[in-house]
C-alpha cells in the first residue's frame, strides 16, 4: 500500500556518523510506528530501533547509545543516525512502517533494503 525507500548505505570507515533515510510514497503521520531491522552475513534478523512518535523510541540492545532514530512527519522520512560505528553493524537494514488499511487491519511495509559494510 505504501512504498519505502532506504538510501544511505555503503562502504564506511568506523567510527564518525552515518545517516540511513526511509522516505515514505505518502504520508506518515498515521502510521502506528517505523522502525529498521538488520540482518547481518549468516545471521538471523535483529529489531535495531523503532520510533512511534517523536521522542518516543525503543533499541535493540547491540545499538544502545550509538545509534538514534527519528521521523519527520512532514517530510514522510525517517532516519537512523548511526555513530560509533563497529564491523559488527555491517548489515542490509530495512526500514518498516505500520499502518491500518480500509479493512482496520494492520499492515507492515517494508523497504527493499540498504548495505552497510564497516570496514577500514
Known amino acids: 500500500q505504501v512504498q519505502l525507500v532506504e538510501s544511505g548505505g555503503g562502504l564506511v570507515q568506523p567510527g564518525g556518523s552515518l545517516r540511513l533515510s526511509c522516505a515514505a510514497s505518502?504520508?506518515?503521520?498515521?502510521?502506528?510506528?517505523m522502525g529498521w531491522y538488520r540482518q547481518g552475513p549468516g545471521q538471523q534478523r535483529e529489531l535495531v530501533a523503532r520510533?512511534?512518535?517523536?521522542?518516543?523510541?525503543n533499541y535493540g540492545d547491540t545499538v544502545k547509545g550509538r545509534f538514534t532514530v527519528s521521523r519527520n512527519n512532514a517530510k514522510n522520512t525517517m532516519y537512523l543516525q548511526m555513530n560509533s560505528r563497529n564491523p559488527e553493524d555491517t548489515a542490509v537494514y530495512y526500514c518498516?512502517?505500520?499502518?491500518?488499511?480500509?479493512?482496520?487491519?494492520?499492515?507492515?511495509?517494508w523497504g527493499q533494503g540498504t548495505d552497510v559494510t564497516v570496514s577500514t
Open positions: 505518502e504520508m506518515i503521520i498515521s502510521f502506528l510506528e
Open positions: 518498516y512502517g505500520d499502518e491500518i488499511n480500509a479493512g482496520s487491519q494492520i499492515f507492515r511495509s
Open positions: 520510533v512511534f512518535s517523536p521522542g518516543v523510541t
